[in-house]
């Protein structure tokens, strides 16, 4: 596996995990996006799992939605 193919893996993981705990959590994209003072257009690129977020993103989100940053990364995560 590249590089590449695996930091896309990550996204695409990331961004699943995001909206399910939006879904669980009852919480807009815009609202989480406000929060973390990220624009709405990156947030949703960031679910869509078309960016990668850097390891400081991941580590605020993280830590915005009260969850470790291993739960974002992982399949079982959602």
Same mark, same amino acid.
């Given at each position: ?9 990550? *996204? +695409?993981? +990331? ?6 705990? &939006?879904? @669980?959590?009852? +919480?807009?994209? !815009?609202?989480? *996006? &406000? &929060? !973390? ?18 390891? @400081?993103?991941?580590? @605020?989100? *993280? *830590?915005?939605?009260? +969850? ?11």
């Amino acid at each position: 596996m590249t590089t590449e193919h695996h930091a896309q893996t990550i *996204a +695409v993981t +990331v961004g699943r995990n995001l909206r399910v705990w &939006r879904a @669980r959590n009852s +919480v807009t994209q !815009m609202d989480l *996006a &406000r &929060r !973390m003072r990220l624009s709405q257009g990156y947030f949703s690129r960031i679910e869509k799992g078309q960016k990668c977020p850097s390891l @400081r993103t991941l580590e @605020r989100l *993280a *830590a915005e939605i009260g +969850v470790p940053v291993s739960e974002l990364i992982t399949t079982d995560g959602s």
